[in-house]
Structures are given as C-alpha cells and as structure tokens.
C-alpha cells in the first residue's frame, strides 16, 4: 500500500470516526423539554415542587431557608425572604417552567415565564438571589440599587451550604463532639 493510499484511508476513517463522535452528542443533547405549568408549592427560594416533582430555577442560587443576613448590624430572615418572594411571582399569574436538564439532586433546571417576566431574572433583580451563570445584568442592577441581600452583609448561598454540611458532619461524628466538649472544658477553642 503506498503512502498516500494509506493517508486516504486514515483520513477517512478519522472523519467516519468525527461522524459517529458528532451524532452520538447530538443523540445525547437531544433530550425533550420539559413544561410545567399550573400550581407550584414554593420550598426555598430557588426550588419549586408540583406534583411530587422538584423544580431548580436555573442560573440563580438564593439564600437556603434558614439562613440569616446582616442589614444596618441587625439580623434579618433573608432565605424565609427570598421564599416569600419567589411564591408571590410564582402566584401572580399562571407560570410556566421549562427545561432539560437535571441537577445532582435529580431536579428539573427550569426558566420560569409568568407572561412576560423571567422569574429567574427577576428574583436576581430584586436581590433575593444571585447570579449562577446566566442573570449577570440582573445581579449589577441589584448590587446598584442594593436591593435584598445587596443591602447589607450576606454569605453567599453555596458557602452557607457548604459551611452547614461540615457542621452537620461534625455533630454527626461523636468524637468531634469530643473533642468540642474538652475544648470547651479547658477553655481553649479553635477558630
């Protein structure tokens, strides 16, 4: 077989190799969207739930239900807020959540439309939540006019998610609740 035969011959199985690569994806991204439309029971203030079904509103993180922010050096209810907010949206007309893909959880990651207003867009714009890849506008906006958490001193969800998951592991291991409880003891603690 000589040189240029065989550079033919790669070539085109390099291009039906692509070929088969390229339709696979296509075969995989090619999942349906999802409607919902109707009644939805609010959770937090980016998880909707109808029908024993979990909705993630997506490119938006706001802050967990119990967690507490800072406005003028008092403690306020931002994530039972920012519940608050999202279920008077969701209630004010007959919204419509689509998507496609799911999260870790499982959930749907869903855009929700009541008419003409993003609800996802709009909860970013009145500082009940934060930007997660898509509401990057609505976030300055709000950090502008210090609207919701942009008024004071917050965590940002994921950290206080993330801070609650290490504090739940460790009230779950028993020998750090020792090791606590002897700190406490001797007067010494860890920062």
């Known amino acids: ?6 550079l033919f011959r790669d070539g085109v199985t ?4 692509l070929a088969v690569l390229g339709l696979l994806a296509l075969k995989m991204n090619n ?3 999802l409607i919902q439309t109707g009644s939805f029971f609010v959770i ?6 109808s029908d024993g079904e979990r909705f993630r509103l997506l490119g938006i993180d706001a802050p967990e239900y119990r967690q507490q922010c800072r406005r003028n050096g008092i403690d306020w209810a931002c994530g039972e807020e920012a519940r608050r907010t999202l279920n008077t949206l969701i209630n004010a007309g007959t919204p419509e959540c689509r998507g496609r893909d799911r999260d870790h959880y499982g959930r749907l990651l869903v855009t929700c439309m009541a008419g003409e207003l993003d609800i996802n867009g709009e909860m970013v ?6 930007s997660y890849g898509g509401y990057a506008a609505e976030e300055h906006a709000a950090r502008q006019a210090k609207a919701g958490v942009w008024a004071g001193d917050f965590e940002r969800p994921k950290d206080y998610r993330r801070e609650e998951n ?3 592991s460790n009230r779950s291991n028993p020998l750090t609740g020792l090791i606590d409880y002897l700190q406490q003891l001797v007067g010494w603690r860890t920062q």
């Open 1 to 6: 077989m000589t040189r240029s035969s065989r």
């Open 14 to 17: 390099t291009f039906a190799l």
């Open 31 to 33: 999942r349906p969207e």
């Open 44 to 49: 937090d203030g980016d998880t909707l739930s």
């Open 125 to 130: 714009r009145s500082g009940m939540a934060l």
């Open 166 to 168: 290490v504090a739940q």
